[in-house]
């Protein structure tokens, strides 16, 4: 019993962790986007969350490198999952709040079950077409003064809306591929170093020294993104995911809230009523579709 009790409370702190971690993520790239160029920001986020995890995996876990075989789609993965997905997250924090970008980066199981269907031949029942409804309508709900009043932040949505369609088709090819054994801390790493390669000309290419400030700020940002949402928070979401993975979905939907929160606080984003009823459908919508899925 005791021990019963042990793992919920530490389940419990590791949902909270998780929720603060990954919820952070927006706000922390919005900040850092005040001193590095969307690319710049990126490459230099993963490319320090590859290192990081390559140095556990193979020097201190000794864990074998990926084979020949396994190849094929860690590119895909790291292609999908990772280049185009920030890539196009990044470049449309520049015209959006950090905590928009939370809130419809929340939708992303919703689309992954949606594109399940049509690629792993999942039946979707109609009531995960209604959820997809909702969540839809409450991005547009929170989007829509956010709009209606800033310059480009319909542009910046609709390229944060095709980052998100990559990341959920990059989810879905994950479960769809055979990884033959392989470990998912070596996958991870090595989709995370592949990413990066990826952005590195795009990177290259349009970098302006003027536009880069390699500040302490600036390497705040690039450590907290790197460590503490690359790689704590995605380990901290296996963790959850293997004691309940029906609990572990809840605690997707704290994310939206403290991305707000984080967003009005650190970068003093205003909240409206239009935000709070988006928050509200969003999160029903992930309710609903989790307890359907």
């Not at 070596?186 to 390669?197: S, V």
Request: aromatic letters at 16%; hydrophobic letters at 55%.
């Amino acid at each position: 019993m005791f021990t019963s009790v042990k793992n919920s409370r530490l389940s419990i702190l590791a949902g909270i962790l998780f929720a603060f971690f990954w919820g952070s993520a927006s706000t922390i790239t919005k900040y850092g986007l005040s001193y590095l160029q969307p690319w710049v920001l990126a490459v230099c986020r993963l490319m320090t969350a590859a290192i990081i995890m390559m140095a556990i995996a193979h020097l201190i876990l000794q864990y074998p490198l990926p084979q020949r075989k396994h190849w094929k789609g860690l590119i895909i993965y790291g292609l999908l999952n990772l280049s185009l997905f920030l890539g196009f997250y990044n470049y449309a924090l520049q015209f959006v709040p950090g905590g928009l970008g939370t809130l419809m980066t929340s939708t992303i199981p919703i689309f992954i079950t949606l594109f399940s269907s049509l690629w792993l031949k999942k039946k979707i029942s109609p009531v995960i077409l209604l959820c997809l409804i909702i969540c839809f309508v409450g991005v547009c709900t929170a989007a829509w003064p956010i709009i209606h009043f800033t310059k480009n932040s319909g542009f910046g949505v609709s390229i944060l809306l095709i980052g998100i369609i990559s990341n959920a088709l990059g989810a879905v090819y994950f479960v769809g591929a055979e990884w033959d054994g392989i470990n998912l801390l070596t996958i991870n790493a090595w989709q995370t170093l592949i990413g990066a390669l990826f952005l590195l000309p795009l990177c290259l290419y349009t970098y302006d020294s003027n536009l880069n400030h390699f500040t302490f700020s600036a390497m705040i940002s690039v450590g907290w993104l790197a460590i503490f949402v690359s790689i704590a928070a995605i380990l901290l979401w296996l963790f959850i995911l293997k004691q309940n993975p029906i609990r572990a979905a809840f605690w997707l939907f704290l994310c939206p809230i403290i991305g707000f929160g984080l967003a009005a606080f650190l970068l003093h984003e205003p909240s409206t009523w239009y935000t709070a009823i988006g928050i509200c459908l969003v999160i029903g919508g992930l309710y609903i579709g989790q307890k359907n899925a």
